[in-house]
């Protein structure tokens, strides 16, 4: 089939990359001129683990332009993925959305046979409504037709999650669904060779097919993401219980997560959730549910205690320091997960932030995105390339970002080297067993009560 993507993100990028792997043609549309140069150059202006093998297999069917009408040309579905950022009122921006609509319907004109325009954005429910109302007053609902398709992609699992997705979602009519069923074919029977740096998990029998209408596929993804942030509250509210009761919050998620009806993921604690998504989409949907004037008295509550549970670790540092005036503390991992070089509303800004509201001399250490975060935080923060330059000397460490690299410290090092061998754990990632001779707190593991007993009647 020919297919059109439009806006190279992460979503457009994994969509279009994937796409013409699987042998469809596909024409990649931004108007970042810098950024299709890039991609006509063989570069990717992103990092995702596989997605450099994948791009190079698929060369010969890709194409990249920054122009609509150029990139638009006889294709039978294209995708519409740019980014839908938030207004400072939570609501989600869709002036890129709609104005992608805009040239595109203009493109669209006068062209024979059946178009399904798929909108991949995160958008508010009934915005596939008010692109068909754009599709129809330009007179072209004989020729096109909308569809939503939801992604589900986590970074850093960008090309495993578009290749081997356990579900495929989309919301239209029927001539839309019998188009995407048969662009996705070989995704939903998993007929393709896989590609070496990514295989195949062996569970990965085949990916469900969903066909709902538009409405119910806009709000599913608000709905998957609001759940799976719910599930990081709830462990983290029951970290905070188990650190005044004495119990082991990583014993009660392994007890609870063995039912198959709550499920094991998500269910680690710590300083929250961050990222590109979860904040976004939690008060994108507090938004939505404003406007319809219904109280999202859950939603809320959950929004609240991640925006609370950051600032936790600077509580218990106070609690083990006192005054952070004038000490040297260190910061492992700005990022708001591994793998990735993203910041956006990383948990690390706001308690570095904190952290120098409150006088203390803060270090800071990221394995990619030291350079990155020059631009974010504030210039009083020390920037350090060497994991040993930020722990010398230091008062604390707190573990922010679980990267690979600070989970194979030793605890003989951390003695070694810092002034008081007092470790945070943000992410509760750290072996505890390991770390005898310091001070290790992590989120909810009962080591601050230990055995003294307990009386709450
Ligand atoms: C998420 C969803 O997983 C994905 O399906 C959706 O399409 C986009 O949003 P992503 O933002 O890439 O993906 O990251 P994810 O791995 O889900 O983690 C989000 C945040 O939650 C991270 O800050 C992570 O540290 C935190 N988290 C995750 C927890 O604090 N505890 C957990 O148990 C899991």
Request: glycine residues 8%; charged residues 20%; aromatic residues 8%.
């Amino acid at each position: 089939m020919k297919v059109a993507v439009i806006g190279t993100g992460y979503v457009g990028l994994a969509t279009g990359i994937s796409l013409a792997f699987l042998g469809h043609q596909v024409n990649c549309i931004d108007i970042a001129a810098g950024k299709i140069e890039l991609l006509r150059q063989g570069k990717l202006p992103i990092f995702e683990p596989g997605l450099e093998e994948l791009f190079h297999k698929a060369k010969p069917n890709l194409h990249f332009s920054t122009s609509y009408r150029e990139g638009l040309v006889d294709s039978d579905v294209i995708f519409l993925a740019v980014g839908t950022p938030a207004n400072v009122d939570g609501s989600p921006n869709l002036k890129y959305l709609f104005s992608a609509v805009d040239e595109t319907i203009a493109c669209l004109r006068n062209r024979e046979g059946l178009t399904v325009l798929v909108n991949k954005s995160t958008v508010p429910v009934g915005t596939a409504d008010q692109i068909l109302e754009r599709v129809n007053s330009a007179s072209l609902h004989s020729s096109v037709t909308i569809a939503s398709n939801p992604e589900f992609l986590s970074q850093g699992r960008v090309v495993s999650d578009t290749l081997y997705p356990e579900r495929i979602v989309v919301g239209g009519n029927e001539r839309a669904i019998h188009v995407l069923q048969e662009l996705y074919a070989p995704i939903i029977s998993q007929t393709f060779i896989s590609p070496e740096q990514t295989p195949r998990p062996e569970t990965t029998k085949g990916a469900t097919f969903i066909s709902v209408d538009t409405r119910s596929a806009e709000l599913a993804k608000y709905a998957a993401n609001a759940f799976l942030a719910m599930k990081i509250s709830f462990i983290n509210e029951m970290a905070n219980v188990c650190d005044r009761v004495g119990a082991d919050v990583t014993k009660v998620a392994m007890v609870i997560g063995k039912d198959p009806r709550i499920g094991s993921s998500f269910l680690q604690a710590g300083i929250g959730y961050g990222g590109s998504c979860f904040p976004k989409d939690t008060r994108a949907l507090q938004f939505i549910a404003d406007t319809i004037d219904y109280d999202f008295k859950l939603l809320s509550a959950v929004i609240e205690v991640n925006n609370n549970q950051k600032y936790r670790i600077i509580e218990k540092l106070r609690e083990e320091i006192g005054t952070l005036y004038g000490k040297k503390i260190a910061v492992l991992g700005l990022t708001f997960k591994p793998g990735t070089d993203d910041l956006r509303e990383a948990p690390s800004i706001p308690i570095v932030n904190a952290l120098l509201s409150e006088g203390a001399e803060v270090y800071v250490h990221d394995p990619i995105a030291i350079d990155t975060a020059r631009a974010i935080l504030p210039r009083t923060v020390h920037f350090k390339h060497q994991l040993s330059d930020v722990l010398l000397d230091a008062e604390a460490a707190l573990l922010i970002t679980e990267w690979p690299e600070y989970l194979n410290l030793k605890a003989e090092h951390l003695i070694s080297v810092m002034r008081r061998p007092l470790f945070i754990d943000g992410r509760n990632a750290l072996n505890a067993g390991t770390m005898n001779g310091i001070e290790y707190i992590g989120f909810g593991l009962g080591d601050r009560i230990g055995s003294k007993p307990l009386h709450l009647v």
